[in-house]
């Protein structure tokens, strides 16, 4: 079982910056593919960024290329969204995935991911 705890949700204006922090309880952390999703009132859950183990490209929604950056560090079993130039279209609930290294994986896809977490809100005004 991983649990998955998002901090550092809030309100901000346009153009403004947030940084999302997820941590895990898991000892094999290292062994988890991670990711954010998103989603807004009304609207389905979206991926946003994802990052595999260790090394390789992240890969993000076209949405948010450019702006937003996921980065992990497997020593504090974390997992990181720095969002830069927010946009009103970014609101939304952001939720922290993980799912174990295996099979095939498809990033930005919600249906592979094993374990949720309970979101944060990331609102933004205009």
């Known amino acids: 079982q991983v649990l998955l705890v998002e901090s550092g949700g809030g309100s901000v204006q346009a153009g403004g910056s947030l940084r999302l922090s997820c941590a895990a309880s898991?000892?094999?952390?290292?062994?988890?593919?991670m990711a954010w999703f998103r989603q807004a009132p009304g609207k389905e859950r979206e991926g946003v960024g994802a990052?595999?183990?260790?090394?390789?490209?992240?890969y993000y929604r076209d949405s948010v290329k450019g702006r937003f950056t996921i980065s992990r560090d497997n020593a504090k079993n974390s997992v990181y969204l720095q969002m830069n130039s927010l946009k009103p279209d970014d609101t939304g609930v952001y939720y922290c995935?993980?799912?174990?290294?295996?099979?095939?994986?498809?990033?930005?896809?919600?249906?592979?991911?094993?374990?949720w977490g309970q979101g944060t809100q990331v609102t933004v005004s205009s």
């Open positions: 898991a000892y094999t952390y290292s062994s988890l593919y």
């Open positions: 995935a993980a799912r174990v290294v295996g099979g095939a994986w498809i990033p930005l896809s919600g249906a592979g991911y094993k374990y």
């Open positions: 990052i595999a183990t260790g090394g390789g490209a992240p």
